[in-house]
Every structure is written in structure tokens, then in C-alpha cells.
């Protein structure tokens, strides 16, 4: 079994290419281009090594923060 490290892309016969998010002895999640993110056991999940590069993400737009209402003393 090949030591898998995180941003890794791999391919998975299902899901197809992805980029590996975490990787533990238990657990393995996977971004994929097409699908979002998976989680699989790490001992069962079958990957290969990709050289497809990840596709550009537009980026996420962070949440509005609401602002406070000053009070005015009188």
C-alpha cells in the first residue's frame, strides 16, 4: 500500500480524480472534481496516482457579518 499524503491527486474507479483532503490510518477523504468529497476506510479504498491537475475553483465567497448598532447616550 503507497504512503498517501494530503493535496496528493488520485483517481478512484468510481469517483474518478480527486484531491486527497485527509489521510489517516483509518480514514481517507477525497475532493473530487466531479462529486465533492468523499470519505472512504483507508484500509479498503483503492486509488492510483494522477498526474491530471485539479480543476481552478472559483473561489468561496465568506459569510456577511451583520453590523452592531452603536447606542448614543443622552
Known amino acids: 500500500m503507497k504512503n498517501w499524503s494530503?493535496?496528493?491527486r488520485v483517481s478512484q474507479p468510481t469517483y474518478g480524480s480527486g484531491t486527497l483532503v485527509e489521510v489517516n490510518e483509518h480514514h481517507t477523504v477525497i475532493e473530487f472534481?466531479?462529486?465533492?468529497r468523499k470519505t472512504f476506510?483507508?484500509?479498503l479504498v483503492a486509488l492510483q496516482a494522477s498526474s491530471?491537475?485539479?480543476?481552478?475553483k472559483?473561489?468561496?465567497r465568506k459569510r456577511a457579518?451583520?453590523?452592531?448598532k452603536v447606542?448614543?447616550?443622552?
Open 6 to 8: 494530503k493535496g496528493d
Open 33 to 36: 472534481d466531479e462529486g465533492g
Open 41 to 43: 476506510a483507508t484500509r
Open 52 to 56: 491530471e491537475p485539479a480543476p481552478h
Open 58 to 60: 472559483a473561489a468561496t
Open 65 to 68: 457579518v451583520k453590523k452592531k
Open 71 to 74: 447606542e448614543t447616550e443622552k
